[in-house]
């Protein structure tokens, strides 16, 4: 017998339609743009877009009252495992006092003595606040843990939300190596990577000053690329240092930060294949440098857009801040933005099926209250989605 066919729904009277799909609609910018649009999505997966007037029946009709539509977001940096709260420590760097990577003990702390289950309410929780905002694949890291037990449950539970898991053991030296760095890039190279590379797809290092230098995160990624893990390395966010030259030299899908940039690394990362991925919202809040996202586009190099969210640095699980001020304060257009945090996104994760609207892509759509994309930088601060659908299930947020 051949299988019921999947109910189909369509998605009609869209006035304006991102696909992120090239030759489509407006080719005038990266988005291919469709005006008048309707999507179709069964299994889980676009099986049609195109004009409204020319869409076919469908077992379910939604009508976006002319309203804008995009492809759902692609947050692929955050740090959701965690527990316990760094408002004194924002406040006191709004008050003037600088950033530094040491801060990330307070959080280590309070999630060592979490349950799973407080862990687990945590990131669901903020996944539920991304979601509402568009937000349809994401990626997120250990790190606040630094033992072997505690990195390992932290990607288990990471692990029931998403496939996109990184091993963070190299965030900071583990308090109690402080007088012994050596050993700890030993337990990150041997018994915590053993224990988390069952649970993780990518591997990551904080490469910066007071946290891991050069010759630490090559050992680091390199021994997780021998177990199978894709490296992505948080680079050059507090100054100049090594961590994009080797993101690129070693293949790394993405450098993550990328604020303070030589032209070699910028060269860098427009002739390799590593994504630079911005991330404003630590600019914001840190009162940090903005990076030059123009220098990179300039150069060739493709870029992302994510959130960082994590409660010491960057304490936002909303994209379409990150678009505003990137936009704002970063240089990119609006085009430029949108692109960044759904295709952009999905490039840093090596994903082709997310971030664009094409027959056989995952079917993740957010509708906003706006005629055009680019009220999302327009009218920042607003709430401007208005539906969202994940792997074509319409999210019920209990309105």
Same mark, same amino acid.
């Given at each position: 017998? &051949?299988?019921?066919?999947?109910?189909?729904?369509?998605?009609?009277?869209?006035?304006?339609?991102?696909?992120?799909?090239?030759?489509?609609?407006?080719?005038?910018?990266?988005?291919?743009?469709?005006?008048?649009?309707?999507?179709?999505?069964?299994?889980?997966?676009?099986?049609? !877009?195109?004009?409204?007037?020319?869409?076919?029946?469908?077992?379910?009709?939604?009508?976006?009252?002319?309203?804008? +539509?995009?492809?759902? $977001?692609?947050?692929?940096?955050?740090?959701?495992?965690?527990?316990?709260? /760094?408002?004194?420590?924002?406040?006191?760097?709004?008050?003037?006092?600088?950033?530094?990577?040491?801060?990330?003990?307070?959080?280590?702390?309070?999630? /060592?003595?979490?349950?799973?289950?407080?862990?687990?309410? &945590?990131?669901?929780?903020?996944?539920?606040?991304?979601?509402?905002?568009?937000?349809?694949?994401?990626?997120?890291?250990?790190?606040?843990?630094?033992?072997?037990?505690?990195?390992?449950?932290?990607?288990?539970?990471?692990?029931?939300?998403?496939?996109?898991?990184?091993?963070?053991?190299?965030?900071?030296?583990?308090?109690?190596?402080?007088?012994?760095?050596?050993?700890?890039?030993?337990?990150?190279?041997?018994?915590?990577?053993?224990?988390?590379?069952?649970?993780?797809?990518?591997?990551?290092?904080?490469?910066?000053?007071?946290?891991?230098?050069?010759?630490?995160?090559?050992?680091?990624?390199?021994?997780?690329?021998?177990?199978?893990?894709?490296?992505?390395?948080?680079? &050059?966010?507090?100054?100049?240092?090594?961590?994009?030259?080797?993101?690129?030299?070693? &293949?790394?899908?993405?450098?993550?930060?990328?604020?303070?940039?030589?032209? +070699?690394?910028?060269?860098?990362?427009?002739?390799?294949?590593?994504?630079?991925?911005?991330?404003?919202?630590?600019? $914001? *809040?840190?009162?940090?440098?903005?990076?030059?996202?123009?220098?990179?586009?300039?150069?060739?190099?493709?870029?992302?857009?994510?959130?960082?969210?994590?409660?010491?640095? *960057? $304490?936002?699980?909303?994209?379409?801040?990150?678009?505003?001020?990137?936009?704002?304060?970063?240089?990119?257009?609006?085009?430029?933005?949108?692109? *960044? !945090?759904?295709?952009?996104?999905?490039?840093?994760?090596?994903?082709?099926?997310?971030?664009?609207?094409?027959?056989?892509?995952?079917?993740?759509? !957010?509708?906003?209250?706006?005629?055009?994309?680019?009220?999302?930088?327009?009218?920042?601060?607003?709430?401007?989605?208005?539906?969202?659908?994940?792997?074509?299930?319409?999210?019920? $947020?209990?309105?």
């Amino acid at each position: 017998m &051949n299988p019921t066919p999947a109910p189909t729904t369509l998605v009609t009277n869209i006035g304006s339609l991102v696909t992120n799909t090239p030759g489509t609609g407006d080719c005038a910018t990266p988005l291919g743009l469709l005006h008048d649009a309707a999507v179709v999505m069964a299994g889980g997966r676009f099986v049609w !877009a195109g004009p409204a007037a020319r869409a076919p029946e469908a077992d379910e009709r939604y009508d976006a009252g002319g309203r804008a +539509a995009i492809p759902g $977001f692609v947050d692929s940096h955050s740090h959701l495992v965690f527990a316990g709260d /760094r408002t004194a420590e924002f406040n006191a760097r709004m008050s003037g006092h600088a950033y530094r990577a040491g801060g990330i003990r307070t959080t280590v702390a309070a999630t /060592r003595a979490a349950t799973d289950d407080e862990l687990d309410a &945590n990131i669901t929780r903020y996944l539920t606040e991304a979601l509402r905002q568009g937000t349809t694949t994401f990626e997120t890291k250990s790190g606040y843990g630094l033992t072997v037990e505690d990195e390992a449950r932290a990607l288990r539970i990471a692990a029931r939300h998403t496939d996109e898991t990184t091993y963070l053991g190299a965030h900071i030296v583990a308090p109690e190596y402080a007088d012994d760095p050596a050993g700890y890039v030993d337990l990150v190279t041997g018994p915590m990577l053993d224990a988390c590379a069952p649970h993780a797809r990518w591997v990551d290092v904080f490469c910066e000053k007071g946290a891991f230098d050069g010759d630490q995160a090559r050992a680091i990624l390199t021994a997780g690329a021998a177990r199978g893990l894709v490296p992505r390395v948080h680079a &050059n966010q507090l100054g100049h240092g090594p961590g994009v030259q080797l993101a690129v030299e070693l &293949n790394a899908a993405s450098a993550d930060h990328c604020t303070h940039l030589t032209d +070699a690394d910028v060269d860098a990362l427009a002739n390799g294949t590593t994504v630079a991925t911005l991330l404003p919202g630590a600019e $914001f *809040s840190t009162r940090a440098d903005w990076p030059d996202a123009r220098r990179l586009l300039a150069a060739g190099a493709t870029v992302a857009l994510s959130t960082d969210c994590n409660p010491g640095s *960057s $304490f936002t699980s909303s994209m379409p801040f990150c678009i505003a001020l990137a936009v704002r304060d970063m240089g990119m257009t609006p085009d430029e933005a949108l692109w *960044s !945090a759904t295709a952009g996104g999905a490039a840093a994760l090596r994903r082709t099926d997310i971030g664009r609207i094409s027959v056989g892509a995952r079917a993740d759509l !957010a509708l906003l209250d706006a005629p055009s994309h680019v009220h999302l930088a327009y009218r920042p601060g607003v709430p401007l989605v208005r539906e969202v659908w994940r792997a074509g299930i319409r999210a019920d $947020f209990g309105n």
